[in-house]
Nanobody, 119 residues
Framework: QVQLVESGGGLVQAGGSLRLACVVS?????TGWFRQAPRKEREFVAR????????YYADSVKGRFTISRDNAKNTVYLQMNSLKPEDTAVYYC???????????????WGQGTQVTVSS
């Protein structure tokens, strides 16, 4: 059983930064970040493999967001810079046994953390 707990969300002005953290308990191959804005489907943001550190990003966040992990702390981070109002969403971390961007391939999910970017 894998458990994930997110933290670090909040309110920030456009152009600002936030760092989200996801504490992962249990073994997992890939940890991903997703987000869901009101009245929109949940979408992939970034993912990282636990052992190799391989990363992959959605085009919408490439160059602005960075995913990383600290295995000693069992924590995956999402550093978000140059935030835009359209980044406003609930952000979720999730675990998968496959290196994938598809929501339905992720078996375990955190409770989510709200990120609001004001213009």
């Amino acid at each position: 059983q894998v458990q994930l707990v997110e933290s670090g969300g909040g309110l920030v002005q456009a152009g600002g930064s936030l760092r989200l953290a996801c504490v992962v308990s249990g073994r997992t191959y890939v940890t991903g970040w997703f987000r869901q804005a009101p009245r929109k489907e949940r979408e992939f943001v970034a993912r990282i493999t636990w052992s190799g550190g391989s990363t992959y990003y959605a085009d919408s966040v490439k160059g602005r967001f960075t995913i990383s992990r600290d295995n000693a702390k069992n924590t995956v981070y999402l550093q978000m810079n140059s935030l835009k109002p359209e980044d406003t969403a609930v952000y979720y971390c999730a675990a998968s046994s496959a290196s994938t961007t598809r929501t339905y391939d992720y078996d375990y999910w955190g409770q989510g953390t709200q990120v609001t970017v004001s213009s």
